[in-house]
């Protein structure tokens, strides 16, 4: 890494503000702990086991929510009352900040206290604050840290329920179908939790993961009684967030990660995708005979996290995964939208194993080809474009004044610049610059790519403990010189042109023996 991107990262440490963003967006904070403490409670809803459950909706579609659980008011009385004795008086800060305006000063400590109150409420606060960790276009970087230390581990619940499940879903009790199955399972999260075990029928050794019961009830309740309290808040002067558009963003992926036959396909759609061109990244087999919406069976895959590994190989399985994250962000369009270090392992066999894909965004062809057009505008300066581009790729709603914002994003970018050459971009630092960007323009941080930012920061993250001289872009730029140069649609060849002949219609030879050799490094490394 040069000098000048060694400056700019000393540069962003030394800055509190920064420091924090760059921590929180690494997952630096994140609770990895297979259990919660054994003093944690998980309120559920006791729900009447004569209800008509498949009147709930298995896709998320407030509609029907609201439709279903107006007809319970006894069970939604029952959830609200749970909510208000942990976190009533935590409501009543929130609305005393709000109406005092002290929102600013203190949120720090709200997000301190609702982290330590949030588990208790079960799955759907735990995942809505871990999503939220990771905007920093809502949070301020020192919150997205306090929520991060959330723990998406709970207590156990009954195996006997579990085997119950398992019996239900499957056809047949669990010891027919699985052997050694272990007696208390090996992690449990908020949605459900993970057993070992050997499937008969292929002798494999396999993870089964059972779902919590009453989850679909729980959550949905949740959301209900949520979405009632975000169109109060559209009364609110001081609440400028749209909290029910907000809610039913999150909402629509978070449904998906309750269906394990989805999650299964996820990862076998993910595996197919890679084996051609990433044989170094593992994805654990699925199952589908042994998978319902409620179970899934999936390979047992050995291995440490790749954050705590000493091995020798753990920078290259780094460079791998930021391959891997620009494969899926730039060519695929199917992303691993839960990307954190627990989710990272290096195999015995010294492979990279992706784990988890109950939560996957998929990025439009738009998207894609305008990430590329945004780079090759940027390299070449054209701030004007990547102010267009910024529109494209939803940063900025249609319809606004950009010339207000061209003049502050032009001196980002020069300073992101700074030095010259597409190398000498430093993205971390650009990221937490557009970041605050946000709180004083019309200007967002799409859902789509604070993901993009929090995984290739986490691979950033874990590079740096064993090479301080490590630079993402240096492992970045061969991916882009592939794309550029071997893909055929006609976006991309016009980006290419613009990349070699800027917007002046000149050729620059150095540029283009740039994209070749590390076309190059990259055929090398594929290779290899």
């Not at 403490?37 to 009447?48: A, G, N, P, Y």
């Not at 581990?153 to 199955?181: F, Q």
């Not at 809610?247 to 051609?276: I, S």
């Not at 789509?448 to 090479?467: K, P, Q």
């Amino acid at each position: 890494m040069n000098s000048q991107m060694k400056d700019m990262r000393a540069q962003m440490e030394e800055d509190e503000q920064l420091s924090s963003l760059m921590r929180g967006l690494r997952g630096q904070g994140i609770n990895e702990d297979d259990f919660a403490s054994t003093t944690t409670q998980m309120r559920l809803i006791d729900f009447d086991q004569g209800d008509a459950i498949d009147s709930l909706p298995l896709d998320y579609d407030p509609d029907a929510i609201a439709a279903y659980w107006s007809k319970r008011p006894a069970a939604v009385t029952q959830r609200v009352f749970q909510l208000l004795g942990v976190s009533g008086w935590f409501i009543t800060s929130i609305v005393g900040d709000i109406l005092f305006k002290r929102v600013k000063q203190n949120e720090v400590l709200r997000a301190q206290q609702l982290r330590d109150i949030v588990t208790s409420l079960g799955p759907a606060y735990i995942k809505l604050g871990q999503a939220l960790s990771i905007r920093p276009d809502i949070l301020s970087p020192a919150a997205m840290n306090e929520l991060q230390k959330l723990c998406d581990k709970v207590p156990a619940y009954d195996n006997a329920i579990a085997m119950r499940t398992i019996e239900a879903e499957l056809g047949r009790p669990p010891h027919e179908i699985y052997k050694d199955l272990s007696p208390n399972p090996i992690a449990a999260a908020s949605l459900g939790q993970v057993y070992k075990g050997i499937l008969r029928a292929t002798g494999e050794e396999v993870a089964v993961k059972v779902q919590r019961p009453f989850v679909l009830e729980t959550v949905t309740v949740d959301l209900f009684v949520i979405r009632k309290l975000g169109f109060a808040l559209r009364d609110v002067p001081q609440v400028t967030t749209d909290v029910v558009a907000l809610l039913d963003e999150w909402a629509a992926r978070f449904f998906e990660e309750l269906d394990y036959v989805r999650e299964g396909r996820n990862a076998t759609r993910f595996a197919a995708q890679m084996k051609d061109d990433l044989p170094q990244v593992k994805v654990p087999k699925t199952y589908p005979d042994f998978t319902t919406r409620r179970v899934l069976t999936q390979e047992w895959l050995y291995g440490e996290k790749l954050s705590q590994s000493q091995a020798a190989d753990t920078g290259d399985l780094v460079k791998v995964g930021v391959i891997c994250y620009l494969k899926q962000l730039l060519e695929t369009g199917f992303f691993h939208a839960d990307p954190h270090p627990g989710n990272l392992i290096r195999t015995p066999d010294g492979r990279l194993a992706v784990l988890d894909y109950g939560l996957m965004t998929e990025i439009s062809d738009d998207i894609k080809y305008g990430m590329i057009e945004a780079i090759a505008h940027l390299i070449n300066r054209d701030y004007e474009a990547i102010v267009d581009d910024f529109v494209t790729l939803e940063f900025i709603p249609e319809g606004v004044d950009l010339k207000p914002i061209l003049p502050v994003l032009a001196k980002v970018f020069d300073q992101a610049l700074e030095g010259g050459g597409a190398k000498n971009i430093n993205f971390q630092a650009l990221a937490a610059d557009l970041a605050q960007i946000t709180f004083d323009y019309p200007f967002r941080i799409p859902p789509y790519f604070a993901l993009i930012i929090r995984a290739i920061a986490v691979l950033e993250g874990i590079a740096l403990v064993g090479d301080p001289e490590f630079a993402l872009v240096d492992e970045a730029y061969p991916y882009l010189s592939k794309r550029l140069l071997t893909d055929d649609h006609p976006r991309l060849r016009a980006a290419l042109k613009y990349m070699v002949y800027g917007k002046e219609q000149v050729f620059d030879v150095d540029r283009m023996i740039d994209l070749l050799e590390n076309l190059e490094i990259f055929n090398q490394s594929a290779s290899s």
